[in-house]
């Protein structure tokens, strides 16, 4: 059971008062509605834990324990290494990017390839960039909601970008469509890791946020279309955007909030 508060702080005054009272002995504002009940362990007397109290308890010890440090991150090995078993696939066989499941113009009924194409890369220098993104968020990611959760959100980030970037096209928003690559699914798995570092942070004590290295990274991917051809800039903002609501779904799981 947590120890009892050694003190609390009266809003109007600005005193510290004892957690016992239910008026502040300095101004008399009101500080609870009724003071808290006291229950003896061994020879110390606690305040005792109300209901909403445990629970809340209960939950914040509940999201400490899903991140798991020693949990292998096998959906974020196996997305970077698919990359790069097609990269070398590609390079041997030979095989162009098309014909590994790139979306090269219209889908037409290959509608298998809004799955695929993220995990196609032309460019070493483009892999290489995304799989270090992936491999650090990803991992992150991994150790707070595991390889199922993760691989679905990798698939739904790449898979709705994919799907974004294909629908622009049809509406003419774009002269062409060449779209391959991982781009959306690292913004996806930046942005559902700084959902999830954001509800941490809000009830227990988290890892820094190193602003300037997390901004550096997201700036470079959202910038890769400016140098890659096939780094499709709609379906990496759409992948990025369902990272966000994907990652502040599961916060709000995790997060112990008021009740």
């Not at 020879?43 to 834990?49: G, K, M, Y």
């Not at 691989?151 to 096209?169: E, K, P, R, S, V």
Request: hydrophobic content about 45%; some cysteine.
């Amino acid at each position: 059971m947590p120890a009892p508060e050694l003190s609390v702080v009266c809003k109007s005054c600005g005193s510290e008062v004892s957690p016992y009272v239910t008026e502040c002995p300095y101004c008399g504002q009101r500080l609870r509605k009724r003071a808290p009940k006291l229950e003896r362990e061994g020879d110390e007397i606690r305040v005792q834990e109300s209901r909403r109290d445990r629970r809340r308890r209960r939950r914040t010890e509940r999201s400490i324990r899903t991140v798991d440090l020693d949990a292998r991150p096998l959906a974020t090995a196996a997305t970077i290494l698919i990359g790069a078993v097609l990269i070398v696939l590609g390079r041997s066989v030979p095989l162009n990017i098309y014909e590994l499941g790139a979306i090269v113009g219209p889908v037409g009924s290959d509608l298998w390839r809004y799955v695929t194409a993220p995990f196609v890369y032309d460019d070493i220098g483009y892999f290489l960039v995304v799989a270090l993104a992936i491999g650090v968020f990803g991992a992150s990611v991994e150790r707070r909601l595991g390889s199922l959760a993760t691989g679905t959100l990798i698939l739904a980030t790449g898979t709705l970008g994919m799907l974004a970037a294909g629908a622009a096209d049809s509406a003419g928003l774009t002269d062409s469509l060449i779209a391959a690559g991982g781009n959306g699914v690292a913004l996806g798995l930046l942005g559902a890791w700084l959902m999830l570092w954001g509800a941490e942070a809000k009830t227990h004590f988290s890892e820094p946020l190193d602003v300037i290295g997390v901004s550096v990274v997201a700036a470079v991917l959202l910038l890769l279309p400016l140098v890659e051809i096939t780094a499709d800039p709609i379906a990496g903002l759409v992948g990025g955007l369902v990272g966000l609501g994907m990652g502040s779904l599961a916060a709000r799981r995790a997060d112990p909030g008021p009740g």
